[in-house]
């Protein structure tokens, strides 16, 4: 491993020396395609982030790709329903690893105002795994270009070998996770145990 | 337009042995409706839409209301001779209401530029006898929000071309806008100064884990 | 009782001829397409349940619910005025118009008067939102007809103008909570009428080189003249109302018809189209933007001072007499209306939204049938739907 004091002399002459991990994650973090992918209300707050005033292009994550075969990011933008629940899963399903989930916004996050709805379920990370959880209804379009900057922070620190490799590098990790079927009162099963428990209530 | 009495009085001649009910409205809107009897309910809606002078072409609004079984206590007034003397005194007299769903329809007409008439029929109770007519085939509009009020309070359209669920996926059994409706209880209480979410809380799954 | 099994518009799809390039009949299988709920056309979770027959439709089943959040059922749960954060999220593009047909429901429930300051900061806000949603759908339209991009960027940086003026007044861009019963929230910043000014006034010019661009497009007048024709009859018998009833020719808008609020003091045309198809749709649009800048314009100039709310309203605690009420105004979008039923207590016994989105596509399928697949989108496009207020 060189010296970051080296490296940085040599940089200032010139000579650039890196990892393959970092060209890598640098090259991944810079390219971070969404999924066009809108569920509600925070979805127009999702392409106002894209056009020209906030301009999420700076960033590398301008190409939303209307097919998830060709996605890195799914942005669960909006409230997601019970009826829309398996559809969310069967898309994550069929993104390609390495891929990354932004709950954006109050009601992907837990519900939020809707969270005593029959319909509604109370939060995405009930049957997906999310990396970045953005607060607000809806958040403002800066709020998103903060997730995306925040996950690129983290696609670049994961390494790629050692127990801390991340899930796509990991092939007994799952990429793929249960699909809710609707039921006759609710949508079963209603969580995934692996990814949430309920939250111990202390009186 | 003319008057709700004038319209019902109209009514009854065109569509005979139909009985139409006016129903008041305490509240500054004073918007009055129109109850007919479920077998004529039909003929009073075309009636409604083809009478030149009304020409309601348009339904704008369908909606359901759902009315479970309730007491009603009333108060009246009652001359009685206690002693010897005649004095009025308060009895309050209880009377069990029948539930039944309320189908709500606002109609205007974009010809005449006038309404909104409300006409609201009712079905015979909450559990076996919940069809009516749809109004369907007179106004197209009530196609959609018929299937509404299908799903969510569960009022069967008799007529109706296409009666499906909506909202909800085809294998939901229940009818989440009826009063009486739980929804699944998979969701954490917040602190709340409303007794009834506490007491929700308590019987809510999650609470069992923690000691 | 007597059952009409009749219904009401033929949708018997076997009528559609079968034509091929040499004329022989083609028997091709039918072919059917789930377009939705993960869709870039779709503007949102809105499926289309498509049976095709080579390009051409010959069904079309709209399938709802994928963004069902309860909202009646939660509004009956709690108080009338906790609904009215709600409301913003029913058309997301629409919020103050859907804050003011709650408002003016249950004014008219209680009765409350609104002050004249009010009535004009609500014209203002209302028309506003009209010229933000009717960019935007010019925008989408063009999006979905394949003009990716730069229509849209066009339409979106205007809106963030508009936008930047309900921040400053509301303190949210797009979930602007801001009427009450019996008035507004709070009053308008120092400055911010001048700010409507000058937004105002440059509008035009946006709108000019916009339609400069695209009215006379071939393109768009290949793919949206003839398309999508909705017959004036049908358009009244389904409860059509908005933009899509006006461009067929029918002459209703609730703004004059009703004259809520004190639309009848201000001078505005009302613009109505011939054919009923896409084009007729979108060039509505851009001519009621007009109209509405015509309101903005006699509205800033008359402003009063005065109160923004009826200080008799009562916000918390607020217990309306027991009775009903259906207010409505013209929304965006078409007729939104809310249907109160009160019974004394503090929270409403019955709570209904009219959403004009969902309604307006009742004759999607008619629209569609006999069109290609590519006519469809189109077509959808211009109905200007937004999922919020069709599932609720």
């Known amino acids: ?203 | 337009m003319e008057s709700l009495e004038q319209i019902k009085i109209r009514l009854e001649a065109a569509v005979p042995g139909a009985q139409v009910e006016i129903l008041s409205n305490d509240s500054p809107s004073a918007q009055r409706s129109l109850l007919p009897d479920r077998a004529h309910a039909f003929a009073v809606a075309r009636f409604l839409r083809d009478d030149p002078q009304l020409c309601l072409d348009y339904c704008s609004n369908v909606t359901g209301v759902d009315w479970p079984e309730m007491e009603i206590s009333l108060k009246v007034k009652v001359k009685k001779v206690i002693e010897g003397v005649e004095k009025e005194v308060e009895e309050v007299t209880k009377t069990l209401r029948p539930g039944f769903l309320e189908v709500v329809y606002h109609l205007y007409s974009m010809a005449m530029k006038h309404g909104p008439l409300i006409l609201r029929v009712r079905t015979g109770n909450r559990h076996d006898q919940v069809q009516m007519p749809s109004f369907t085939p007179v106004w197209r509009s009530c196609e959609f929000q018929e299937r509404e009020v299908y799903d969510l309070f569960g009022v069967v359209f008799d007529g109706h071309p296409d009666l499906r669920r909506i909202l909800m996926w085809d294998e939901f059994k229940d009818h989440p806008m009826r009063k009486d409706y739980c929804e699944p209880d998979d969701y954490e209480y917040e602190p709340t100064p409303h007794d009834d979410v506490l007491e929700k809380a308590k019987r809510h799954p999650s609470a069992e884990v923690t000691p | 009782m007597s059952i009409v099994t009749a219904s009401p518009v033929p949708r018997n799809y076997e009528v559609i001829p079968k034509t091929s390039l040499d004329g022989s009949e083609l028997d091709g299988e039918l072919l059917e397409v789930a377009m939705g709920p993960q869709h870039p056309s779709t503007h949102g979770v809105f499926r289309m349940d498509v049976v095709l027959d080579g390009e051409t439709v010959v069904k079309l089943k709209p399938v709802f619910g994928y963004l069902h959040r309860n909202h009646e059922k939660i509004a009956e749960n709690t108080s009338y005025l906790g609904s009215m954060p709600y409301t913003d999220r029913l058309d997301y593009f629409c919020s103050l118009t859907n804050n003011w047909a709650y408002a003016l429901a249950v004014e008219r429930l209680a009765g409350l008067q609104v002050p004249e300051r009010a009535e004009f900061i609500r014209i203002i806000t209302a028309e506003l939102t009209r010229l933000q949603n009717h960019t935007s759908v010019c925008g989408f339209l063009l999006q979905d007809m394949g003009a990716l991009g730069t229509p849209l960027m066009y339409a979106f940086r205007e809106r963030e103008k508009i936008l930047d003026l309900f921040e400053a007044l509301t303190g949210a861009r797009m979930m602007c909570n801001y009427m009450r019963f019996g008035g507004c929230r709070c009053d308008l910043p120092p400055g911010w009428l001048d700010r409507v000014r000058k937004i105002v006034d440059d509008f035009p010019r946006f709108l000019d080189s916009y339609e400069a661009l695209l009215n006379t497009n071939e393109i768009l007048l290949a793919r949206t003249q003839g398309v999508g024709r909705l017959p004036r009859a049908l358009a009244i018998s389904a409860g059509i109302t908005g933009p899509m009833l006006r461009a067929c020719g029918v002459d209703y808008d609730i703004r004059k018809v009703d004259h809520y609020g004190i639309y009848d003091r201000f001078e505005f045309r009302i613009p109505l189209g011939e054919h009923g198809d896409v084009y007729d749709r979108y060039m509505i649009r851009l001519l009621e933007i007009r109209e509405s800048l015509k309101i903005l314009q006699q509205a800033l100039k008359a402003v009063p001072g005065g109160p923004v709310i009826d200080p008799k309203a009562k916000l918390r605690g607020f217990r309306p007499k027991a009775g009903e009420a259906y207010g409505r105004i013209e929304g965006p979008k078409g007729e939104l209306g809310f249907y109160l039923i009160s019974d004394g207590s503090p929270n409403p016994y019955r709570y209904r939204v009219r959403p004009p989105s969902l309604i307006n596509l009742t004759i999607l399928e008619d629209m569609c049938l006999g069109q290609s697949v590519a006519d469809a989108v189109v077509t959808l496009g211009s109905v200007d739907i937004v999922l919020g207020e069709v599932d609720r």
């Not at chain 1, 569920?39 to 292009?57: F, N």
């Not at chain 1, 994550?92 to 319909?119: D, H, L, R, T, W």
């Open chain 1, 1 to 203: 491993m060189i010296e970051e004091g080296l490296k940085n002399e040599l940089a200032k002459q010139g000579v650039v020396l890196t990892t393959l991990q970092e060209l890598y994650n640098w090259g991944r973090g810079n390219s971070v395609w969404p999924l066009s992918f809108g569920l509600a209300c925070c979805a127009i707050e999702m392409m106002a982030a894209s056009m020209a005033k906030w301009d999420i292009a700076r960033f590398g994550s301008e190409v939303f790709r209307p097919s998830p075969r060709q996605a890195d990011l799914m942005i669960v933008a909006g409230t997601v329903t019970k009826k829309m629940a398996p559809q969310v899963v069967r898309l994550y399903n069929q993104m390609p690893e390495p891929k990354y989930v932004i709950a954006m916004g109050a009601c992907a996050i837990s519900g939020g105002p809707f969270k005593q709805g029959y319909n509604v379920l109370k939060g995405i990370d009930r049957l997906l795994p999310v990396d970045i959880h953005i607060p607000g209804c809806p958040p403002r379009p800066e709020a998103l270009l903060h997730a995306l900057i925040t996950l690129q922070k983290k696609i670049e620190t994961q390494a790629l070998t050692g127990p801390n490799r991340p899930r796509h590098l990991d092939a007994a990790a799952p990429s793929e996770f249960p699909v809710p079927e609707f039921g006759e009162h609710d949508i079963v099963p209603a969580m995934n145990p692996r990814l949430w428990k309920p939250t111990p209530v202390v009186r």
